[in-house]
């Protein structure tokens, strides 16, 4: 888990692109399912982490700090008006196959075919979680961050993080069970 | 024995249960158990594929961020605005071209049409069968051209009686 960064290490800016550019795209990209659109709001949060730079202060981690961002520009493209264009784009587009992604070499093909028929339950479930649960089960369970960290990024209480994040997995679990 | 509920479940997978009964109970309880493993492994394979599928459509964005971050330092500009400036300027051009070629066409008509001046004005100074100063002279030459039309000769030396 990357570990807070003084804010002068922000002016190697080149070195902080390399590092998170893919952090942000990845939960981005899961947020949104749109590549476009995870790469133009990659780029936006590290332009505006560039132009804050004086302001961060290193209390949380410069990735919580950055996801954070990230949830505020998600949050935006979401309330403009484009996001209800690509939310009709997407309406009659099927969504990316993560069944496809699933590292199922080591399978035998009846174990490969469950995994990959759960990923996509799991998958179709978190696009219909509300916005906070998918982020905070996002935020979690892909991206490894621990419940103070996803409290800083999400601006929620403890107990709020705890709340969204059960109610997501319950849900998961329902999908997945059926498919025992 | 009382099973643990999905609230709790998920607490566990979380690795945010703080309750020693909880964990206790998913260690001896094997339907918990089972149900737990499954739960983590589902959700393990989840991370593996998304970090699989972003990083396939990653790639290109992530090759591009070398490049791309340059335009991060305050020397360069942001991607969107050179994007905005060249639309600016392929606008401006758009405007500019017309009504600069609509100015230029004025301005050749205005001179073609001096020049037509010009060429009418020589022209009727050339046809003129006499100077400025002799005008007043032009009817009794044409009077005595009547007579005689082959003696009648223009300032040039051309002859215009016989036309």
Redesign the interface.
């Known amino acids: 888990m990357p570990q807070a960064v003084p804010a002068r290490e922000l002016d190697d800016?080149?070195s902080v692109?390399?590092r998170y550019?893919?952090r942000i795209?990845?939960f981005v990209?899961?947020s949104t399912r749109d590549?476009d659109a995870?790469?133009s709001i990659?780029?936006d949060c590290?332009?505006r982490a560039?132009q804050a730079r004086d302001g961060f202060r290193g209390d949380a981690s410069l990735n919580t700090w950055l996801i954070q961002i990230a949830i505020n520009l998600i949050r935006d493209l979401k309330r403009s008006r484009r996001i209800q264009f690509w939310k009709r784009v997407q309406a009659t587009v099927d969504s990316?196959d993560?069944?496809a992604?699933?590292?199922c070499q080591s399978m035998s093909p009846e174990a490969s075919a469950l995994?990959r028929e759960?990923?996509d339950a799991?998958?179709a479930v978190s696009a219909k979680l509300s916005d906070r649960q998918r982020t905070v089960f996002?935020l979690?369970?892909?991206e490894?961050m621990e419940?103070l960290e996803i409290c800083a990024a999400t601006g929620l209480s403890e107990s709020a993080v705890?709340v969204h994040?059960?109610r997501a997995?319950?849900k998961?679990?329902e999908s997945?069970?059926a498919l025992? | 024995m009382k099973h643990l509920n999905s609230e709790q479940m998920s607490a566990i997978v979380a690795g945010w249960s703080s309750s020693e009964t909880e964990q206790q109970h998913a260690l001896v309880c094997r339907e918990c158990a089972a149900e737990i493993d499954h739960l983590r492994e589902t959700l393990k394979l989840f991370r593996a594929s998304i970090r699989d599928w972003s990083e396939g459509n990653c790639k290109s964005a992530v090759n591009v961020a070398p490049q791309s971050s340059p335009n991060i330092a305050p020397d360069r500009p942001h991607p969107r605005r050179v994007a905005w400036v060249l639309a600016a300027a392929g606008l401006a051009i758009a405007v500019a071209v017309p009504v600069y070629q609509d100015v230029r066409e004025n301005e050749l008509k205005a001179q073609e049409e001096a020049d037509d001046r010009l060429i009418e004005s020589v022209q009727n100074q050339l046809s003129r069968s006499a100077p400025v100063a002799m005008q007043p002279l032009v009817p009794m030459l044409i009077q005595s051209s009547d007579s005689n039309p082959k003696e009648f000769r223009t300032e040039n030396g051309k002859e215009r009686g016989a036309q």
Do not use: C, N, S
């Open positions: 800016f080149d692109v390399r550019w893919p795209f990845r990209f899961a590549r995870a790469e990659t780029q590290l332009w560039y990316p993560l069944g992604f699933v590292p995994a759960q990923m799991v998958w996002l979690r369970f892909v490894d419940l705890k994040l059960y997995v319950h998961i679990r997945v069970g025992r």
